[in-house]
């Protein structure tokens, strides 16, 4: 139909111009040859590429022949049965588009005469095929050391592309550690210089107009991620039976993380006390053996090289420190009035210690002489009310398992003793020349009391008769100045609330008293036979005196006639030897200075004959 139709065409052509010449006065035309009958076989069409598939861009050229080789030929294209304007033997495509595809035919005419239609030139042209970059092996997000295979997938089934790898828009060339082989690249151990956005480039062998260009494929290279071992719950030094709980905390938000714990570089493994759970563990009641350093491991599942291992945290697990109660200011046994501050001794320096201080395990509060502040309690003036025994509780704050109470410390408290004066060596009413000893007594055992003595108030001082030692005092050769009211004070140095006074004790000094014999039966002058009682007169009221009778100076000794009892001597019936002067000598039991001798008493002794005689001389 198509070739009817150009026939027609071609008709009214030859008219048209046959009538123009006729028309035109100065156009000569010449007489029309006759036309000889030829026969034109059926053309053939070639193409210039002989690729079942054109891309767009490429350049064809269609040349339509015949077996014949006759001149003159005009030809007629159709392209899907609709004619090109074009009456050569080829038909020229410089740049093919899509809209090029379709069945091309030719036919060849010489005047009247034409040719079959050829048979259809069939022309396939396409955009070159988008090649896509995918993941044969490995992951698109990988760690140093692992391998990665990219395929440039084209759904082209030829097998004469030829492909060419790019990263970050630069040609990629096999080295040690990247080898390309077909459509494959293969990163055999990777590196971060591997990192970067991937792209295959496809061509076909000696057609550069079907090179296409991948998209990006996006590898990411990096070194596994550092975890990091940080508290969720809990503290890093923890006591017994708190609770902690650590996470291992990776910034890669990769959900497939598979989490191993290790502490002192060995596997934990759940217990009762130990639950894992994720990347979390929870030691629910910590124990000491719990202390140590912990890490956790991580890795992603069947990718051994992407583990890592995080750095150290150190737990440190021990038993609630014991506080201890000490002495700060003042003394562990005080006196009333005196001050006193008692220190809360935790050796663990943590500062958030909470105390609490009890007494005798009651609570204390602060008042008007106490005052607590951080680890101390300060007694300000000592009452006998704060005795007792003392200790202090400490906490963490919001920790209630760190509480742990001290011992005790026992306080006492009371009024300052009150020393007495004893006699140590001596009387209390001694005699000139005795040696007097006197004791400061306290009940109060301590050591370091300072003494000073006083004699009617007034502070004695050492001499060449008195010497103080210690808490005695010393009068060694008794003066009557030394007689008076002595009182000693007690003082613990350093320490004046201490002071205490006590009562007085009275010490007598006199002379040793002076003794006199008188008479108490009888008379001065007796006759033989008679009776004489003489009596060793003491003014000194003691009735401890041992008496001593003496005769011209020599000891009188108890015979038949002679009897002493206490301080008399009795002689029952006189002899002319015991004529003479008689004294007594006085001495207290043990005291040989308090001896003293009596003034002479004269008794005279005379027979009966003698008596009468001197009689009546006095007549």
């Given at each position: 139909m198509?070739?009817?139709?150009?026939?027609l065409?071609?008709?009214v052509?030859?008219?048209?111009?046959?009538?123009?010449?006729?028309?035109?006065?100065?156009?000569?035309?010449?007489?029309?040859?006759?036309e000889?009958?030829?026969?034109i076989?059926?053309?053939?069409?070639?193409?210039?590429?002989n690729?079942?598939v054109?891309?767009?861009?490429?350049?064809?050229?269609?040349?339509?022949?015949?077996p014949?080789?006759?001149?003159?030929?005009?030809?007629?294209?159709?392209?899907?049965?609709?004619?090109?304007?074009?009456?050569?033997?080829?038909?020229?495509i410089?740049?093919?588009?899509?809209s090029?595809?379709?069945?091309?035919?030719?036919?060849?005419?010489?005047?009247?005469?034409t040719?079959?239609?050829?048979?259809?030139?069939?022309?396939t042209?396409?955009?070159?095929?988008?090649?896509?970059?995918?993941?044969?092996?490995?992951?698109?997000?990988?760690?140093t050391?692992?391998?990665v295979?990219?395929?440039?997938?084209?759904?082209?089934?030829?097998?004469?592309?030829?492909y060419?790898?790019?990263?970050?828009?630069?040609k990629?060339?096999?080295d040690?550690?990247?080898?390309?082989?077909?459509?494959?690249?293969?990163i055999?151990?990777?590196?971060?210089?591997?990192?970067?956005?991937?792209?295959?480039?496809?061509?076909?062998?000696d057609?550069?107009?079907?090179?296409?260009l991948?998209?990006?494929?996006?590898?990411?290279v990096?070194?596994?991620?550092?975890?990091?071992?940080?508290?969720?719950?809990?503290w890093?030094?923890?006591?017994?039976?708190?609770?902690v709980?650590?996470?291992?905390?990776v910034?890669?938000t990769?959900?497939?993380?598979?989490?191993?714990?290790?502490?002192?570089?060995?596997?934990?493994?759940?217990?009762?006390?130990?639950?894992?759970?994720?990347?979390?563990?929870?030691?629910?009641?910590?124990?000491q053996?719990?202390?140590?350093?912990?890490?956790?491991?991580?890795?992603?599942q069947?990718?051994p090289?992407?583990?890592a291992l995080?750095?150290?945290f150190?737990?440190?697990?021990q038993?609630?420190?014991?506080?201890?109660?000490?002495?700060?200011?003042?003394?562990?046994r005080?006196f009333t009035?005196?001050?006193v501050?008692?220190?809360?001794e935790?050796l663990?320096?943590?500062?958030?210690?909470?105390?609490?201080?009890?007494r005798?395990?009651?609570?204390?509060?602060?008042?008007?002489?106490i005052?607590?502040t951080?680890?101390?309690?300060?007694?300000?003036?000592?009452?006998?009310?704060?005795?007792g025994?003392y200790t202090?509780?400490i906490?963490?704050q919001?920790?209630?398992?760190?509480?742990?109470?001290s011992?005790?410390?026992?306080?006492?408290?009371?009024?300052p003793?009150?020393p007495?004066v004893?006699?140590?060596?001596?009387?209390?009413?001694?005699?000139?020349?005795?040696?007097?000893?006197?004791?400061?007594k306290?009940?109060?055992?301590?050591?370091?009391?300072k003494?000073?003595?006083?004699?009617?108030?007034?502070?004695i001082s050492?001499d060449?008769d008195?010497?103080t030692?210690?808490?005695?005092?010393s009068?060694?050769?008794?003066?009557?100045?030394?007689?008076?009211?002595?009182?000693?004070?007690?003082?613990?140095?350093?320490r004046?609330?201490?002071?205490?006074?006590?009562?007085?004790?009275a010490?007598?000094?006199?002379?040793?008293?002076?003794?006199?014999?008188?008479?108490?039966?009888?008379?001065?002058?007796?006759?033989?036979?008679?009776?004489?009682?003489?009596i060793?007169?003491?003014?000194d009221?003691?009735?401890?005196?041992?008496y001593t009778?003496?005769?011209?100076?020599?000891k009188?000794?108890?015979?038949a006639?002679?009897?002493?009892?206490?301080?008399?001597l009795?002689?029952?019936?006189?002899?002319?030897?015991?004529?003479?002067?008689?004294?007594?000598e006085?001495e207290?039991?043990?005291?040989?200075?308090?001896?003293?001798?009596s003034?002479k008493?004269?008794?005279?002794?005379?027979g009966k004959?003698?008596?009468?005689?001197?009689?009546?001389?006095?007549?």
């Amino acid at each position: 139909m198509a070739f009817v139709k150009f026939i027609l065409i071609a008709a009214v052509v030859s008219m048209v111009l046959r009538l123009s010449k006729e028309e035109d006065p100065g156009v000569t035309t010449k007489p029309m040859a006759m036309e000889t009958k030829v026969h034109i076989s059926k053309p053939s069409i070639t193409a210039s590429l002989n690729h079942q598939v054109l891309y767009q861009g490429e350049e064809v050229t269609l040349q339509c022949t015949v077996p014949e080789k006759l001149s003159d030929l005009e030809y007629a294209w159709d392209k899907d049965s609709a004619p090109i304007k074009t009456s050569q033997s080829t038909y020229i495509i410089n740049a093919a588009t899509v809209s090029d595809s379709g069945k091309y035919s030719c036919m060849a005419k010489r005047g009247t005469t034409t040719s079959e239609i050829s048979d259809p030139q069939v022309l396939t042209v396409k955009k070159p095929p988008q090649p896509k970059v995918i993941l044969s092996v490995g992951w698109s997000r990988v760690f140093t050391h692992e391998k990665v295979t990219l395929i440039c997938e084209v759904l082209d089934t030829s097998t004469s592309w030829k492909y060419t790898w790019l990263r970050n828009s630069l040609k990629i060339s096999d080295d040690a550690n990247i080898k390309t082989t077909g459509n494959s690249l293969s990163i055999l151990s990777a590196k971060q210089g591997h990192h970067g956005d991937y792209t295959c480039e496809i061509e076909l062998q000696d057609r550069p107009l079907s090179r296409a260009l991948s998209t990006k494929f996006a590898l990411s290279v990096q070194d596994p991620p550092q975890p990091k071992v940080i508290l969720s719950v809990g503290w890093s030094r923890v006591f017994t039976d708190e609770k902690v709980t650590l996470i291992c905390k990776v910034l890669d938000t990769s959900t497939s993380w598979k989490y191993t714990w290790l502490r002192n570089s060995l596997k934990i493994s759940d217990d009762a006390d130990i639950k894992t759970t994720g990347n979390s563990l929870s030691i629910l009641s910590a124990k000491q053996g719990h202390h140590g350093n912990y890490t956790c491991e991580i890795e992603l599942q069947d990718r051994p090289l992407s583990r890592a291992l995080s750095t150290t945290f150190a737990l440190s697990v021990q038993e609630q420190p014991q506080p201890k109660v000490i002495l700060s200011v003042g003394w562990s046994r005080v006196f009333t009035d005196e001050k006193v501050t008692l220190i809360c001794e935790v050796l663990d320096t943590s500062t958030s210690w909470k105390y609490t201080w009890l007494r005798n395990s009651l609570k204390i509060s602060d008042d008007a002489d106490i005052k607590t502040t951080g680890n101390s309690l300060s007694i300000l003036s000592a009452k006998q009310g704060h005795h007792g025994d003392y200790t202090c509780e400490i906490e963490l704050q919001d920790r209630p398992l760190s509480r742990a109470l001290s011992t005790k410390f026992a306080l006492s408290v009371q009024d300052p003793p009150q020393p007495k004066v004893i006699l140590s060596v001596g009387w209390s009413r001694v005699f000139t020349d005795e040696k007097v000893t006197l004791i400061c007594k306290v009940l109060d055992t301590s050591t370091s009391w300072k003494y000073t003595w006083l004699r009617n108030s007034l502070k004695i001082s050492d001499d060449a008769d008195i010497k103080t030692t210690g808490n005695s005092l010393s009068i060694l050769s008794a003066k009557q100045g030394h007689h008076g009211n002595y009182t000693c004070e007690i003082e613990l140095q350093d320490r004046p609330l201490s002071r205490a006074l006590s009562t007085t004790f009275a010490l007598s000094v006199q002379e040793p008293p002076q003794p006199k014999v008188i008479l108490s039966v009888g008379w001065s002058r007796v006759f033989t036979d008679e009776k004489v009682t003489l009596i060793c007169e003491v003014l000194d009221t003691s009735t401890s005196w041992k008496y001593t009778w003496l005769r011209n100076s020599l000891k009188i000794s108890d015979d038949a006639d002679i009897k002493t009892t206490g301080n008399s001597l009795s002689i029952l019936s006189a002899k002319q030897g015991h004529h003479g002067d008689y004294t007594c000598e006085i001495e207290l039991q043990d005291r040989p200075l308090s001896r003293a001798l009596s003034t002479k008493f004269a008794l005279s002794v005379q027979g009966k004959s003698s008596s009468r005689e001197h009689l009546l001389k006095i007549c």
